[in-house]
């Protein structure tokens, strides 16, 4: 990471081309107790030197901010926002966000603000129409009809096939048109060419855990196919009161089934692609671990 000094610069591959990526080489030891140490960052000079200059105008709504605008999801005036990497997306991301989430505690706010084009926020009771497209969408939310990412495919075509079927019979086609038409508009799950994915969105929960029931259990929510992510621990420096450490962060959460999801469904090898989604979060993450060593109270409530 670029708040400290590194071992290392090269150049950012595909698309951090413009930025210059930091990487550190670390004991295991030390990358074990630090999980974000290693990652392929875009420079976070720019966030040292509004750091060191304190809270900025937003150029949007004039409010006093750290780093970014909260409400309007922009960059502050002394962060230009030619210096944040933008990250493309192989998918479009939706985060509900609970009203008693407090903006300016959100992580969701940092997916918006680097991958502007591939997410949108919405605050419930907003929430977009699914029920036709259920066959391109997912909701990653654990529970007993959770399956795993791997399995998304699957399930999707599943989906697709039953559309079809219920289609068919509902027009009262014959048996001998009924299965040439599946044959064109559905596939065999076990056919190799059915095996990529149709999905095309997924939708996160932006909340506390106790708050999420009443999103989830929205009927406009009800019948997408869920995801379980990984198990992995979080290094939210927020963490939530009485929870486990694998209770993730949202942009955690958003980031971790964008790699799993470049793995086990886009097969391709991860190169870090993703990894300046965690921008803005490493940084505060390393700032408040070394305000927290050094006792820094007023570095921590700048992040505050």
């Known amino acids: 990471m670029s708040l400290n000094p ?39 000079e ?26 309007c999801y922009v960059p502050v005036e002394n962060v230009p926002v030619e210096q944040i990497p933008l990250v493309k997306l192989p998918l479009k991301i939706d985060i509900i966000k ?25 605050t419930y009771p907003c929430i977009p129409e699914y029920e036709e497209k259920d066959h391109e969408v997912a909701l990653v939310f654990p529970g007993p009809q959770s399956v795993s990412i791997k399995d998304i495919s699957f399930h999707l075509q599943k989906r697709i096939q039953n559309k079809v079927r219920g289609k068919n019979d509902d027009l009262d086609i014959p048996s001998f048109k009924r299965k040439k038409t599946e044959e064109q508009e559905g596939c065999d799950l076990n056919d190799s060419k059915c095996k990529g994915t149709t999905l095309k969105k997924i939708i996160f929960i932006d ?11 929205d009927e406009r929510l009800q019948g997408l196919l869920q995801v379980e992510l990984k198990t992995r621990k979080t290094c939210f420096w927020r963490h939530q009161k009485g929870k486990p450490d694998t209770f993730l962060s949202t942009i955690e959460a958003i980031y971790y089934f964008l790699v799993d999801y470049h793995t086990d469904i886009l097969k391709e090898k991860y190169k870090g692609q993703y990894d300046n989604l965690l921008f803005f979060y490493s940084f505060m993450y390393q700032l408040i671990k070394n305000a927290k060593c050094s006792g820094d109270k007023e570095t921590r409530k700048l992040i505050h």
Not at 207 to 217: A, G, V
């Open 6 to 44: 590194p071992i290392f610069l090269e150049e950012s591959e595909e698309n951090n081309s413009e930025f210059v990526e930091t990487k550190q080489l670390q004991p295991t030891s030390i990358a074990l107790e630090d999980p974000l140490q290693n990652l392929c960052l875009a420079s976070q």
């Open 46 to 71: 720019v966030l040292q030197k509004a750091q060191q200059s304190g809270r900025s105008k937003c150029l949007k709504c004039g409010s006093s901010r750290m780093f970014y605008c909260y409400t």
């Open 98 to 122: 609970h009203p008693n989430e407090t903006d300016g505690k959100s992580t969701a706010i940092h997916a918006k603000l680097l991958a502007p084009e591939f997410v949108n926020i919405y």
């Open 207 to 217: 909340s506390t855990w106790n708050q999420t029931n009443k999103i989830f259990t």
